[in-house]
């Protein structure tokens, strides 16, 4: 699921909500300790049991991950504290015209298990850029990987934020301790658990995040008069269902919604992790074969689904219980995004709230978790061992991944400490808008090398270089385009650009490992 950049909460707005109940309580500490406890015991538990004592084991998990467990960890890793509080902030304030960008997954996974999977599993694969390099060479294999690595710290420090930010709001909580709290929790059984302590707390956050939105869901629209008939009611008076989307127009502006421009870029930046990703990619190997790694990813599909439908009605029921309550909603929150926490801390008991905001950290630590194992994959096995430090044994290369997992996860903290002190409204607005920089390219790469059999090497480093170079244009050029078409127009650009680089230029390429033959 992909988060537009108006979908971040201001801080001001969020600190708002500090005042709708007079402190955190016992019952919600509790809750939320419990809960913190568990995730550091799963990691403690796979440590005990030798689960991370070979590299092997370490970032594929000895390759013994059940399906179903792989498939609840993608649809965690692919949402974020960004999307379990923006996706609620973007139907209340807008309406569910942005459901549609969930669609996609529908062609997506169709795609990505019939074209894409078969090379990562045949090949073996435990970085997903060795096959950049087998199928082109070391640059294409050191573009990626210094794009993903880059891309990913960046992310720590934003989902670490968000919801420190939000705890902070509704707690006695300083955000800086929340930062610490979340970050080196999720960090130690990261740390110390291995690619299978990801997974497992993966799966066990997407099912605690989904009942905290179905709870949240349910709870919201039995506040309102009448009930789910009355919040349908009012969501078709207000148009708060598809009033905004058009099929006749291809503008993507904050009131009309082009539905074939939204499926469209919704298409591209859901393309690119699914294909190019590592954090996804790394869970297409831990399964016991290619059977069981379909089966997961169809599950995802189910999830993505059926589980931002509940995101987006969380949204509407909020909006519907405000309109019948309208003397409850602070005048601060008319415009900003911060409204989940707010109704959390209002309007549900003691409990149930430590519950959602443990939701909340479930979507955090997941994201957080993913990016933490899958960079230290990346450096250890696309840079250390490839560049630096060649036929060590086995051991040295699991110390050195765990030193990148702790190097990580404190850039990533000392980044997300910063923003906490810094004008963040900017800079969440620009790393969001600035991630179709190099995801789209490094899709259009993959998808060069798979589906060309012509590509070459030459041909493939330009098209993905020149990719970054015009989304860059667009962005430094303040061209009207909106940043939802960043991926979609970096990966078309480098696919095309780089089909026709290899017919006129000379490089090295193995088109036995593209889709034709």
């Known amino acids: 699921m992909t988060l537009h950049p108006h979908w971040i909460p201001a801080p001001a707005i969020l600190a708002s909500a500090a005042g709708a109940k007079d402190g955190f309580g016992w019952i919600n500490w509790t809750v939320m300790a419990v809960y ?25 998990g000895g390759q013994r991950v059940p399906w179903w467990v792989a498939g609840l960890s993608i649809f965690a890793t692919m949402l974020s504290s960004l999307t379990f509080m923006g996706i609620p902030a973007r139907a209340f304030h807008t309406d569910l015209s942005w459901y549609i960008g969930q669609l996609p997954i529908l062609l997506i996974v169709p795609l990505v298990s019939l074209c ?35 891309l990913h710290l960046g992310r720590i420090a934003i989902v670490l934020y968000l919801p420190a930010l939000a705890l902070s709001a509704v707690s006695e909580i300083e955000v800086d301790v929340a930062i610490l709290v979340i970050g080196v929790l999720c960090l130690v059984y990261t740390l110390i658990g291995g690619i299978e302590a990801v997974v497992w707390t993966d799966a066990v956050q997407a099912l605690v995040l989904l009942g905290g939105a179905a709870l949240c869901f349910v709870m919201a629209f039995l506040k309102v008069d009448g009930g789910f008939g009355g919040m349908m009611e009012i969501a078709v008076r207000d148009e708060k269902l598809f009033g905004n989307l058009r099929w006749d127009s291809f503008d993507v502006r904050d009131g009309t919604m082009s539905a074939v421009v939204l499926f469209t870029a919704f298409f591209f930046n859901s393309l690119v992790p699914y294909t190019s990703s590592q954090d996804v990619v790394q869970r297409y190997v831990t399964t016991r074969d290619i059977g069981s790694a379909r089966r997961s990813l169809y599950l995802t599909m189910v999830f993505s689904i059926f589980g931002s439908l509940m995101f987006f009605g969380m949204g509407t029921a909020i909006y519907a219980f405000y309109q019948t309550h309208p003397g409850l909603l602070d005048p601060r929150f008319g415009t900003g995004d911060g409204i989940l926490p707010f109704f959390i801390m209002q309007q549900l008991p003691a409990g149930v709230s430590g519950v959602i905001i443990a939701a909340i950290f479930a979507a955090s630590q997941s994201t957080v978790s993913s990016s933490l194992n899958s960079v230290a994959t990346v450096f250890s096995k696309d840079l250390d061992s490839r560049l630096w430090r060649r036929d060590r044994n086995d051991r040295t290369y699991l110390r050195a991944a765990q030193a990148a997992v702790l ?97 006129g230029l000379r490089g090295r390429g193995d088109g036995s490992l593209s889709l034709w033959r």
Do not use: Q
């Open 116 to 150: 894409y999977l078969p090379f990562f599993r045949k090949l073996d694969l435990t970085s997903a850029y060795e096959y950049l390099e087998k199928r082109f060479d070391l640059r294409c294999r050191l573009f990626a990987a210094v794009s993903f690595i880059l």
């Open 36 to 60: 913190l406890a568990a995730m550091v015991g799963i990691g403690w538990w796979f440590m005990k049991r030798e689960a991370a004592s070979t590299t092997d084991a370490y970032f594929r």
């Open 407 to 503: 190097v990580a996860g404190v850039i990533g903290i000392g980044l997300a400490l910063w923003m906490a002190h810094s004008r963040i409204e900017s800079a969440f607005k620009t790393f969001n808008e600035m991630i179709g920089l190099t995801v789209g390219s490094l899709g259009g790469l993959f998808a060069l090398g798979i589906f060309s059999r012509r590509a070459n090497a030459t041909g493939a480093i330009i098209g993905a270089a020149t990719g970054v170079a015009v989304v860059l244009g667009l962005r430094l050029g303040g061209a009207p385009v909106t940043g939802l078409l960043y991926a979609s127009i970096g990966f078309a650009t480098s696919f095309t650009v780089g089909w026709l680089a290899s017919l």
